[in-house]
């Protein structure tokens, strides 16, 4: 029998298909000002970094190019826009609701989406009563991933040990995070975004196992206690 006392998601990429929308939306709107990047630096840079980190660091990636901040509203736009499109295309990821619903052990999602954004994205997906009320954004911690804290917190709300929690994941930065509290983590590339070798790149931040869809997931999950996981495999 599988010995996990939870499983913690994150949301983005995971859960949804929201990367797929604000990375687009995202990559678009920095070429218009002159910050161009490329799909893999982008990814492995920004997703799963809490708003407030991904805006710090754009800015000084403008101010380094150009020598000056961002344009006045530029994020004002770019989340109207983002939020625009993600509540007419959020879908849940295909296998998600069933795995989520087959686990006997608790469950949250462990986000770096704002409060609100977080929310809306779940009522979208249909997911929100699958896991109300342990939904937590980075917005409730000190420090965003690739930090522990985030994941310490939904892991402490649960009633578990962050060592004997199953983290899924789709971003380096979150990868960090789950290692960085002592969790087995398990990268996903199923979410539609992962540009080629992203499995790798989550592989070396630390993943135990990195699988391309909750069918494998569900396979290993059922079949593999946690503390048989060595880093470097892949399904």
Do not use: Q
Request: with cysteine.
């Amino acid at each position: 029998m599988n010995s996990f006392a939870a499983v913690i998601f994150d949301c983005d990429g995971v859960l949804v298909n929201s990367e797929v929308i604000a990375v687009k939306a995202e990559m678009a709107a920095l070429a218009g000002i002159g910050l161009d990047y490329a799909p893999d630096v982008f990814t492995e840079r920004f997703l799963g970094l809490p708003e407030r980190d991904f805006e710090a660091a754009l800015d000084a990636d403008h101010r380094a190019r150009f020598g000056d901040g961002l344009p006045a509203g530029f994020f004002e736009d770019l989340h109207r826009g983002k939020h625009a499109a993600m509540e007419r295309g959020i879908a849940a990821i295909e296998g998600v609701e069933a795995f989520a619903r087959s686990l006997a052990v608790p469950m949250a999602v462990a986000s770096s989406a704002g409060v609100e954004s977080l929310a809306m994205k779940l009522r979208v997906a249909g997911l929100d009563a699958l896991f109300a009320p342990h939904v937590y954004s980075a917005d409730l911690v000190a420090r965003g991933k690739p930090a522990p804290d985030l994941f310490e917190h939904a892991a402490g709300r649960l009633g578990a040990d962050p060592a004997a929690c199953l983290v899924i994941e789709d971003s380096v930065n979150g990868v960090r995070a789950a290692i960085a509290a002592g969790a087995v983590c398990w990268g996903f590339t199923g979410g539609g975004h992962c540009p080629p070798g992203h499995d790798e790149r989550l592989l070396a931040a630390g993943a135990h196992a990195v699988h391309g869809g909750f069918a494998a997931i569900a396979a290993a999950y059922a079949s593999t206690p946690p503390g048989s996981f060595a880093s470097g495999g892949r399904a």
